[in-house]
């Protein structure tokens, strides 16, 4: 049996994604109804069973078309894409109790245009942001969170993989990820990458690889193991999940 224990809400959002500081600090971040980016906080104490809403970030983001959240230690990391198209980075401060969600700093323009924007933590410092860039392909950057707060732009991709459509991306521990698209015949890849401590992304030799897909979701086993798990919506139009190794 499934069945709710508690709720709360906000205004209108959409394009949501979250993210867990511990088991009672959970963390949102979504285009509200003024098409803006916003991070809202919540308590979700279970012995009180109730989710109760702290702070929000207000008016410190502009409007975006995608959303994505990554959280390292107490900073929280969207990537976004921007109105203009491309994208953008910015972290926040978001201190124990939520009391507060402060902007400290965003990319700018360190990174061109991009959409299909999926994004993972790697270790404690890095980050891999993997999208559709401008001309179609499948690029991924690897950013290091600094002490102050900021983002360096370590390594990327180039041209090391062909067309892409749809992406996801999940580490598969601290110096690999695993990157599942639609790739250009509209079929479901999954590409493994190194990620090495200064940041430089290589690709694994083979790919491994599906029939027709819309949708992808992309989850590490729970085990520990580095298997993964897609979830898509297959050419019949189907749910279908697949385990690969």
């Known amino acids: 049996r499934i069945r709710p224990v508690a709720g709360a809400g906000a205004g209108t959002a959409d394009l949501i994604a979250v993210g867990t500081f511990s088991g009672s600090e959970v963390l949102t971040a979504c285009r509200n109804g003024s098409g803006d980016l916003e991070l809202i906080g919540w308590e979700t104490a279970a012995d009180s069973f109730a989710v109760t809403r ?10 975006v078309q995608e959303v994505t959240l990554a959280l390292l230690g107490r900073t929280a990391v969207t990537a976004v894409r921007a109105g203009d198209g491309h ?3 910015i ?3 978001a201190p124990e109790g939520l009391a507060s969600i402060t902007r400290i700093w965003d990319s700018g323009t360190a990174a061109g245009e991009a959409s299909a924007i999926a994004m993972t933590a790697v270790g404690d410092s890095l980050l891999v942001t993997a999208v559709r ?5 499948l690029l991924l950057i690897c950013w290091r969170l600094e002490p102050d707060g900021t983002l360096s732009r370590l390594g990327d991709s180039g041209t090391a993989a062909g067309e892409a459509s749809a992406v996801t991306i999940a580490a598969v521990d601290s110096a690999n990820v695993v990157t599942a698209v639609r790739d250009g015949s509209g079929s479901l890849e999954l590409i493994g990458w190194g990620v090495s401590a200064a940041g430089q992304l290589s690709r694994w030799p083979g790919t491994g690889h599906a029939g027709a897909v819309s949708e992808i979701a992309l989850v590490p086993a729970a085990d520990g193991s580095g298997d993964m ?5 297959n050419g019949s139009g189907n749910l279908e999940l697949i385990g690969w190794r």
């Open 87 to 89: 994208l953008l980075l």
């Open 91 to 93: 972290t926040w401060d």
């Open 229 to 233: 798990v897609t979830a898509v919506c």
């Open 54 to 63: 702290a702070a929000d970030s207000g008016s410190q983001a502009g409007t």
């Open 133 to 137: 860039a401008g001309d179609g392909h």
